[in-house]
């Protein structure tokens, strides 16, 4: 009866250990495996496994997947591909992770495409690139002693309807019973990978649902019964790590939330070209206090240094950890990094910013092969951190480390 007794207390004292090596939540505060708040601090990695237009200076070519089109216009398929790979490879390295930890941060939010993790055709599930790139940013932030969250920036079908989840123009994820099941069985899979992790904060398991240009009284409603199915499905194999929700509307709207439904839940907002006065944050602040929660805001910047380091105050006064908006982009100062233009690389967004709707229009906007090579040859090597130019004032702004 003692060996039993001793075995399950062994048992009992090795789960809590395990518990205990993971950043969680305490009323309205995140906390560190030992119990101590931690208001995060953080950047987000946009454009690395989610490409987005602006930031590489094109207008309407805004979307991975019309970058992709444009990309293999230029390129032909075999490159285009060739080039991702090593975009991937170069856009983001350890060196960049090492930067970012040297500059005071705590923590990255790493926004991914779903199409990263499955097959074009969806019938061989989890099928891609993605996981390698988790695996590596995941351990190198290890190494750095720096906190992860990962963020469903694109999900099947769509949920925001707009360039940014890189859909059809539509949230169709709310209509699409499928398109529900690849989304909950892709974050059960990347909770089961990395359940015993602790380098990994948790999971932001939708960005920026259901876009202002839809009927929200027809798609709000959904919004959380999804949610629901989705933290459910990942509990089943991660009790560890924390659930981040975002709001409809650009992650604003707390109105689709009823009473929290899981223990370790933080509520995440985002918001970009506003007032920094505390009536913009109120209704964050008062339901965090209502329902005992942490709130973390999750996006923000594409502004001024002077408006940046304004809101980053008001959201550290209201204790809302943060993770602005990008660390990388190109010729920019409303950034952290800022990669070289070249003069080859305005051949690139001319031809991506022209009307291509016939191959006729394709052959004439076409620049010549040599200033294609280039372009994107010197890309490559210009967005490498070594490489990059630092915006001090943006650093600054963020109350970092400035070296």
């Known amino acids: 009866m003692k060996k039993i007794i001793a075995l399950i207390v062994s048992l009992f004292t090795i789960l809590l250990s395990q518990q205990t090596q993971f950043v969680s939540t305490k009323g309205q505060y995140i906390i560190t495996p030992d119990g101590k708040p931690i208001l995060l601090q953080g950047i987000n990695l946009g454009n690395w496994l989610v490409p987005e237009g602006y930031m590489f200076k094109f207008t309407h070519t805004n979307s991975p997947r019309l970058i992709n089109e444009t990309f293999t216009q230029l390129l032909g398929p075999e490159a285009a591909k060739k080039f991702w790979k090593q975009y991937r490879d170069n856009y983001i390295t350890k060196d960049d992770i090492t930067f970012i930890k040297r500059t005071g941060l705590n923590s990255i939010r790493v926004p991914f495409n779903y199409r990263l993790f499955v097959s074009e055709d969806h019938d061989t599930k989890f099928s891609g690139p993605g996981f390698e790139m988790l695996d590596r940013i995941i351990q190198w932030c290890s190494e750095e002693k720096l906190y992860v969250i990962l963020d469903m920036h694109c999900a099947p079908g769509g949920q925001t309807g707009d360039n940014i989840d890189d859909s059809f123009g539509y949230p169709f994820l709310f209509e699409s019973s499928e398109a529900q099941q690849l989304t909950i069985d892709l974050w059960k899979e990347i909770a089961r990978r990395y359940s015993g992790n602790p380098a990994v904060i948790g999971y932001d398991l939708l960005n920026e649902p259901i876009a202002t240009h839809f009927n929200p009284k027809v798609l709000n409603p959904r919004l959380e019964p999804l949610y629901k199915r989705m933290v459910a499905a990942i509990r089943e194999v991660d009790t560890n790590h924390i659930v981040f929700l975002g709001g409809a509307q650009w992650n604003n709207n707390f109105s689709v939330f009823t009473p929290p439904f899981d223990n370790k839940t933080v509520y995440t907002y985002h918001k970009y070209w506003c007032d920094t006065t505390q009536a913009m944050v109120q209704e964050y602040a008062d339901f965090g206090k209502k329902y005992s929660v942490p709130i973390w805001m999750g996006e923000s910047g594409e502004n001024t240094d002077q408006w940046i380091d304004a809101w980053r105050r008001l959201n550290e006064k209201n204790n809302f950890g943060w993770c602005f908006w990008p660390y990388k982009k190109m010729d920019a100062t409303s950034s952290i990094a800022s990669i070289k233009r070249t003069a080859e690389w305005d051949s690139i967004i001319v031809y991506a910013n022209n009307p ?48």
């Not at 016939?358 to 004439?364: A, F, G, L, P, V």
């Not at 951190?385 to 480390?401: D, I």
Request: include cysteine; glycine fraction near 4%; charged fraction near 35%.
């Open 356 to 403: 291509r709707v016939s191959y006729e229009d394709i052959r004439k906007a076409r620049p010549s092969a040599e200033i294609i090579r280039k372009a994107f040859e010197d890309y490559l090597e210009n967005c490498k951190v070594v490489n990059c130019s630092m915006n001090e004032g943006y650093l600054r702004a963020l109350g970092l480390k400035v070296k």
